[in-house]
């Protein structure tokens, strides 16, 4: 069984900083993208940071020069390093990791349940 697992929110006061950690764990063939996405109340789910298994990241322009998203594929985790935090990012953030159960196989996404982020002082 595949699992994804956030961790890491919080609240945080405007400027601060929070590291969010994202988990999968399974018998799979291969973890490929693990992604980011945010979702605020009564908005939809928006992409934060899409992550390759190089490690190669690309960030919504919102958090461009305040989020850095790392990339350990021995632990398949994710981290998203959150700087310079502001009440607008306040959100349930989201990991989506893709991966393949057999080489050749396709791909198959799932969600992890989220974890809350608030910035308010």
């Known amino acids: 069984q595949v699992k994804v697992v956030e961790s890491g929110g919080g609240l945080v006061q405007p400027g601060g900083s929070l590291r969010l950690s994202c988990a999968a764990s399974?018998?799979?063939?291969?973890?490929?993208?693990m992604d980011w996405y945010r979702q605020a109340p009564g908005k939809e789910r928006e992409l934060v940071t899409a992550?390759?298994?190089?490690?190669?990241?690309n960030y919504a322009d919102s958090v461009k020069g305040r989020f850095t998203a790392s990339r350990d594929n021995a632990k398949n985790t994710v981290y998203l390093q959150m700087n310079g935090l502001k009440p607008e990012d306040t959100a349930t953030y989201y990991c989506?990791?893709?991966?393949?159960?057999?080489?050749?196989?396709?791909?198959?996404?799932?969600w992890g349940q989220g974890t809350q982020v608030t910035v308010s002082s």
């Open positions: 399974g018998s799979v063939f291969s973890f490929n993208n």
């Open positions: 989506n990791v893709r991966f393949r159960l057999t080489l050749g196989g396709y791909e198959i996404a799932l």
């Open positions: 992550i390759t298994r190089g490690g190669t990241a």
